[in-house]
């Protein structure tokens, strides 16, 4: 029997009505839960094989979560088949990994990775969206980049046993070609990655600042005096009575923008999930510091703020503390998982120019060992723990610390990751513990493991 379309429509047509937007509640996880959390994974090659036959005890760690998640510092490409190339600006070195460390770190437990990073674009975005095919081949779940910024701020979701857990990624460190960004119109998107784009100012003492907008009056054309701001030479400065005269302070004004985008997708995370874990890329204020950058650490609390149940940090290359916050942890930075530089065989060209070499006096892992003494050589940057942490019932019960050396070994397998021995474990936790205590944080022994002391905290 047909109907005619002047009888449907009085039936399909809905009045107007205003809905009462409200918060969606989620259910906890159920039963006992393992997370494990790791920081950068410069992995360029697939190293499961040596590590389950050398290094079983860390392997079995890994092994030990339901969910385990990393953020891939690199791109996957296969060289000779790549379409792409190298782009003129890198994150600091052009990072490539051989496709077959998707399977690898698979393998390895790794159910999750994070995308966002300054490396992301290193080989354009043909690379990035490459890197996302083999994760998907490879079965890894991944956050952080996507074909438009929509899709790039995203979470990516693991339906475990004990319930669903969300993973978003975001970075606030990246190359001018790194982020993403929306179609509008007949304009198409564009891939790239989720970015906090932050404006850089110095802050100095309010007499100061008068002489300097003294200069911007008078001097260069493209300087800007704005209230409560003004640019000079390039640079952005901001009157501070607590600075005091004669220096200056380096802050960092987040783009609310962006915050409030990102915001958004983690409450959306939360409504959708059981627990939500943030992975966070910045190398602000520098590499150097133990402390994180302040705008990184309050717009951490915000994303716990937002629904976040656990914040994982990641980019300078060394450990920052860890803080309890509203019960969440942030673990202000992580180091390094893994930091395998030397295992490049091919860089290109520019690398060489960096450093005001040329390929006929130096091989690349020459090239490359010199650069890493220079830029990580210290110590700490081969330092890092692991955390492993528990819920019973949607409840957070433990946060274990295992001790991890970065560069136990030398030549092929330097920058792989090892549980580290006894007396390195005691000096890594006890310069963590010093990191962490600022933040009101402390950490307790049992039986030869550490935790963070939840009930102290």
Not at 28 to 55: E, N, S
Not at 136 to 160: E, K, L, N, P, T
Not at 365 to 393: D, H, I, Q, T
Not at 433 to 454: H, W
């Amino acid at each position: 029997m047909c109907t005619d379309r002047k009888t449907l429509a009085p039936i399909m047509a809905m009045e107007p009505m205003t809905l009462d937007i409200d918060d969606v509640p989620s259910l906890p996880l159920q039963g006992q839960f393992r997370l494990g959390v790791t920081g950068d994974l410069i992995y360029l090659r697939p190293m499961a094989a040596t590590l389950k036959a050398q290094r079983p005890d860390l392997v079995k760690e890994l092994l030990s979560t339901d969910v385990l998640i990393g953020n891939l510092e690199t791109v996957l490409l296969e060289l000779d088949t790549f379409s792409g190339s190298p782009q003129a600006q890198s994150g600091g070195t052009w990072m490539l990994a051989d496709p077959a460390v998707a399977a690898d770190l698979k393998s390895l437990g790794f159910s999750i990775l994070g995308l966002a990073n300054n490396h992301a674009t290193d080989w354009g975005v043909e690379a990035l969206l490459g890197t996302r095919e083999h994760l998907d081949a490879a079965g890894i779940q991944h956050a952080g980049a996507g074909r438009s910024m929509s899709q790039a701020r995203s979470a990516c979701y693991v339906d475990a046993p004990q319930g669903r857990l969300g993973f978003l990624a975001a970075s606030a460190t990246f190359t001018p070609m790194s982020p993403a960004a929306d179609p509008l119109g007949r304009v198409p998107g564009r891939p790239g990655i989720n970015t906090l784009r932050t404006t850089p100012y110095s802050a100095v003492n309010p007499a100061d600042y008068e002489r300097l907008a003294g200069l911007a009056e008078t001097t260069f054309s493209g300087n800007v005096i704005r209230e409560g701001s003004l640019k000079l030479m390039g640079g952005e400065f901001e009157p501070d009575a607590s600075v005091p005269e004669g220096s200056s302070r380096l802050e960092y004004r987040v783009e609310e923008r962006d915050a409030q985008e990102i915001l958004r997708q983690v409450r959306q995370a939360k409504q959708n999930s059981s627990l939500v874990v943030f992975g966070f890329h910045y190398h602000e204020p520098a590499n150097a510091a133990q402390e994180p950058a302040a705008f990184a650490a309050e717009f951490s609390r915000r994303v716990v703020d937002a629904g976040a149940d656990v914040v994982v940090s990641h980019g300078p290359h060394q450990l920052r503390g860890i803080e309890l916050y509203k019960g969440a942890p942030i673990f202000h930075s992580l180091g390094n998982f893994a930091m395998m530089t030397n295992s490049l065989d091919s860089v290109p060209r520019e690398t060489y120019d960096l450093y005001g070499l040329s390929p006929e006096e130096a091989t690349v892992p020459e090239l490359l060992s010199a650069r890493n003494a220079a830029v990580f050589g210290k110590p700490e940057m081969s330092e890092s723990v692991f955390p492993v942490l528990e819920y019973r019932e949607g409840r957070l019960t433990s946060v274990e610390l295992v001790p991890l050396d970065i560069a136990p070994d030398i030549g092929a397998a330097l920058g792989t990751p090892a549980k580290a021995d006894e007396e390195k474990s005691s000096a890594i936790l006890q310069r963590l513990q010093n990191l962490s205590a600022p933040f009101g944080t402390f950490f307790t022994s049992t039986a030869g493991r550490t935790f963070l002391d939840l009930a102290k905290t």
